[in-house]
């Protein structure tokens, strides 16, 4: 692999020069490097670029590694990533990716992941965004998840986008079944022209489903997001959204929270605040010797911790 | 003398003038409580101490010099710390995250325990917690404390430490300011109504409607503010004679 690509694994997936365990580096649409685990085996999917990566059942403690760069402009990446996680299995899964481009023309890259999750399985999904390279390129970003949670599973999305990507829309479908609850962490910073759109759609179906979307955002310079969330509770179930803002500059935050409750005992629940850095905030850490702008940076990195 | 206040006026078109005049002197080293009736200009005569409110008249000195001009960060650098009447909350940042701000360095997990058992917190309960909403008011008024105490300032000001803190919490907390007292912890500048914090004081300063009614030794003054307690309503700012 090429030296933009190990730069960019360092920063999306905790790269070391290696990974431990089962792995395939995507680099600019083609494979610089794949391992199978014991548990956990990478194959090509027959009919479309991408991996189909099948976790055996009560496989536990391991953690696979699917990265994607693109280290160059005039490149459109599109790969379809299926995950089959086998009943019991508790693994981590790290999908970052990093698109990189100077020569003037845009660097994409369009992840499509789909997750069946097995009963009673537990994933945690980590996914790191990044763009670097200057010029006129842009530097897009647009992953498709798609999450079958079965009976008594749980899967966390852990997602952090902090800089670089001039505009992504993050499409995140999921269906939970009885017991199985979806959790999702988001963090998104923007700044400049950047653009980011994030929408979820959750279905909670079975009885004592949940889900709970947490997303924390910081929009800077002349930045735009989006942030649109629908729950569908169809039977007894919680689900919970939340969207938290810090604006500044000029930067502009819409949310557009839904809730659709289709059974009498769905309890459902969305918080959204939107808003500059609290004055007295800035005030208090000022009296502790930050100066304004110190203090503004150590309350953002704080919040998107 | 750690701190001179010169004339310091403050006032806002709406409200008319909250601080009225006030020259005051606090000496090197002694612990001063600040104390008179509600909405007599305490709170923002600390906050205009630190910086966090513009006078519209007067001079502000910190050990001879006009600070009147410089800003919150430079008066804390120059060693003047603030603890907020009302604690500021914050998404994100955790209780050790305040203090080494504070403090301007990392701490030890000792420093953190001694530090959060001044002001009676169990360290290991609060270290890595958000200094957010979770908290109770008694349990955030303490920390908030606590960063003022990390900061080892030269002149510490602390606006109505006892607000909403429990009785054990407050015993503790008198402790602390007593030691601080007798250890050379610097200059102390509490806004108290609280007896138990006057009875420890070196020098009561009144503050009544925007400006100085009495400053003195404990001695003097407190057995006047104690007389006055004993009137059917307060007397203080009120021009009310007491019998």
Redesign the interface.
């Given at each position: 692999m090429n030296k933009i690509t190990d730069e960019l694994l360092r920063i999306v997936s905790d790269f070391t020069g290696t990974f431990k365990g089962a792995y395939n580096i995507r680099e600019d649409g083609g494979c610089a490097g794949r391992r199978s685990s014991e548990h956990i085996r990478l194959s090509d999917l027959p009919d479309r670029p991408g991996l189909r990566i099948d976790i055996d059942p009560d496989t536990r403690g391991e953690t696979v590694y699917i990265p994607a760069c693109v280290t160059k402009g005039d490149i459109n990446d599109v790969t379809y990533n299926d995950f089959y996680v086998g009943a019991g299995a508790d693994v981590v899964i790290v999908a970052g990716c990093g698109v990189h481009t100077e020569d003037g023309h845009d660097a994409r890259h369009n992840g499509i992941h789909r997750f069946f999750i097995g009963k009673g399985a537990n994933v945690l999904y980590k996914e790191k965004h990044i763009g670097t390279g200057k010029g006129a390129g842009g530097k897009v970003i647009d992953p498709v998840t798609e999450i079958f949670l079965d009976e008594g599973s749980q899967m966390t999305m852990d997602t952090v986008q902090l800089s670089g990507v001039d505009t992504t829309l993050r499409t995140t479908k999921a269906t939970v079944k009885a017991r199985a609850k979806l959790v999702v962490r988001e963090r998104l910073l923007t700044d400049g022209a950047e653009a980011a759109r994030t929408d979820f759609d959750v279905t909670l179906e079975g009885e004592d489903s949940g889900a709970d979307l947490v997303s924390r955002s910081v929009a800077k310079g002349r930045s735009r997001q989006e942030f649109a969330s629908r729950i569908r509770g169809n039977a007894r179930c919680t689900g919970h959204s939340s969207c938290d803002a810090i604006l500044a500059d000029r930067g502009v935050v819409i949310a557009t929270p839904a809730l659709d409750a289709t059974h009498v005992d769905a309890s459902l629940i969305h918080e959204a605040a939107i808003g500059k850095i609290a004055g007295d905030q800035l005030q208090k850490l000022q009296t502790l010797g930050l100066t304004a702008e110190q203090a503004e940076e150590r309350i953002i990195q704080g919040f998107l911790k | 003398m750690s701190l001179q206040l010169e004339h310091l006026a403050f006032g806002v078109p709406e409200g008319g003038d909250i601080l009225k005049d006030i020259t005051l002197t606090v000496p090197d080293g002694r612990l001063v409580v600040v104390t008179g009736p509600n909405g007599g200009g305490k709170t923002t005569l600390a906050r205009t101490i630190?910086?966090?409110t513009a006078p519209t008249a007067g001079r502000i000195l910190f050990e001879g010099q006009d600070i009147t001009g410089l800003?919150?960060?430079g008066r804390?650098?120059l060693g003047i710390?603030?603890a907020?009447q009302?604690p500021?909350r914050?998404?994100?940042?955790?209780v050790r995250?305040?203090l080494e701000?504070?403090a301007?360095r990392h701490l030890a997990e000792e420093q953190l325990c001694a530090l959060l058992g001044q002001v009676g917190l169990c360290a290991g309960e609060y270290i890595d917690r958000e200094m957010n909403q979770s908290l109770s008011g008694g349990e955030a008024k303490r920390i908030e404390i606590a960063?003022v105490l990390a900061?080892r300032a030269k002149l510490s000001i602390f606006d109505e430490p006892e607000a909403g803190i429990d009785l054990w919490s407050f015993t503790r907390l008198v402790e602390t300011f007593g030691d601080l007292r007798r250890t050379g912890g610097g200059t102390l500048m509490i806004i108290s109504h609280q007896e138990r914090i006057l009875a420890i004081a070196d020098e009561i300063i009144v503050i009544a409607d925007g400006r100085v009614r009495a400053q003195g030794p404990k001695a003097k003054i407190l057995p006047t503010l104690l007389a006055d307690e004993r009137a059917s309503q307060c007397p203080i700012g009120k021009e009310v004679t007491v019998q």
């Amino acid at each position: 692999m090429n030296k933009i690509t190990d730069e960019l694994l360092r920063i999306v997936s905790d790269f070391t020069g290696t990974f431990k365990g089962a792995y395939n580096i995507r680099e600019d649409g083609g494979c610089a490097g794949r391992r199978s685990s014991e548990h956990i085996r990478l194959s090509d999917l027959p009919d479309r670029p991408g991996l189909r990566i099948d976790i055996d059942p009560d496989t536990r403690g391991e953690t696979v590694y699917i990265p994607a760069c693109v280290t160059k402009g005039d490149i459109n990446d599109v790969t379809y990533n299926d995950f089959y996680v086998g009943a019991g299995a508790d693994v981590v899964i790290v999908a970052g990716c990093g698109v990189h481009t100077e020569d003037g023309h845009d660097a994409r890259h369009n992840g499509i992941h789909r997750f069946f999750i097995g009963k009673g399985a537990n994933v945690l999904y980590k996914e790191k965004h990044i763009g670097t390279g200057k010029g006129a390129g842009g530097k897009v970003i647009d992953p498709v998840t798609e999450i079958f949670l079965d009976e008594g599973s749980q899967m966390t999305m852990d997602t952090v986008q902090l800089s670089g990507v001039d505009t992504t829309l993050r499409t995140t479908k999921a269906t939970v079944k009885a017991r199985a609850k979806l959790v999702v962490r988001e963090r998104l910073l923007t700044d400049g022209a950047e653009a980011a759109r994030t929408d979820f759609d959750v279905t909670l179906e079975g009885e004592d489903s949940g889900a709970d979307l947490v997303s924390r955002s910081v929009a800077k310079g002349r930045s735009r997001q989006e942030f649109a969330s629908r729950i569908r509770g169809n039977a007894r179930c919680t689900g919970h959204s939340s969207c938290d803002a810090i604006l500044a500059d000029r930067g502009v935050v819409i949310a557009t929270p839904a809730l659709d409750a289709t059974h009498v005992d769905a309890s459902l629940i969305h918080e959204a605040a939107i808003g500059k850095i609290a004055g007295d905030q800035l005030q208090k850490l000022q009296t502790l010797g930050l100066t304004a702008e110190q203090a503004e940076e150590r309350i953002i990195q704080g919040f998107l911790k | 003398m750690s701190l001179q206040l010169e004339h310091l006026a403050f006032g806002v078109p709406e409200g008319g003038d909250i601080l009225k005049d006030i020259t005051l002197t606090v000496p090197d080293g002694r612990l001063v409580v600040v104390t008179g009736p509600n909405g007599g200009g305490k709170t923002t005569l600390a906050r205009t101490i630190a910086g966090l409110t513009a006078p519209t008249a007067g001079r502000i000195l910190f050990e001879g010099q006009d600070i009147t001009g410089l800003d919150i960060t430079g008066r804390a650098r120059l060693g003047i710390a603030y603890a907020f009447q009302q604690p500021v909350r914050f998404k994100g940042l955790t209780v050790r995250d305040l203090l080494e701000m504070a403090a301007g360095r990392h701490l030890a997990e000792e420093q953190l325990c001694a530090l959060l058992g001044q002001v009676g917190l169990c360290a290991g309960e609060y270290i890595d917690r958000e200094m957010n909403q979770s908290l109770s008011g008694g349990e955030a008024k303490r920390i908030e404390i606590a960063t003022v105490l990390a900061r080892r300032a030269k002149l510490s000001i602390f606006d109505e430490p006892e607000a909403g803190i429990d009785l054990w919490s407050f015993t503790r907390l008198v402790e602390t300011f007593g030691d601080l007292r007798r250890t050379g912890g610097g200059t102390l500048m509490i806004i108290s109504h609280q007896e138990r914090i006057l009875a420890i004081a070196d020098e009561i300063i009144v503050i009544a409607d925007g400006r100085v009614r009495a400053q003195g030794p404990k001695a003097k003054i407190l057995p006047t503010l104690l007389a006055d307690e004993r009137a059917s309503q307060c007397p203080i700012g009120k021009e009310v004679t007491v019998q």
